[in-house]
């Protein structure tokens, strides 16, 4: 796996770790950035890594922070 996606990661790790608890996508956030905490520390560990999973955690990630945001703007 490259580093774009190890960045990638980091970022929606660090993201999705501030949405609110109040949110009504706290929980799913909380099992996303698991799953995506498990793939960070395969990928340095250099174990493999499904390509298709990483591309699936990252855009539930993107899809959480625009639901929490949406929620935020109401």
């Known amino acids: 796996m490259n580093n774009e996606m190890l960045s990638t990661l980091n970022f929606l790790l660090s993201r999705l770790e501030r949405i609110s608890a109040d ?3 706290a929980y ?9 905490l498990r793939m960070v520390e395969k990928m340095e560990e250099g174990r493999p890594v ?4 990483v591309k699936r955690a990252v855009e539930r990630g993107y899809f959480l922070l625009q639901k929490a ?4 703007i109401r």
């Not at 945001?69 to 935020?72: G, L, P, Q, S, T």
């Open 28 to 36: 799913r956030a909380s099992g996303v950035r698991g799953s995506m």
């Open 69 to 72: 945001a949406r929620e935020k």
């Open 23 to 25: 949110s009504s996508v």
């Open 50 to 53: 499904s390509s298709q999973d």
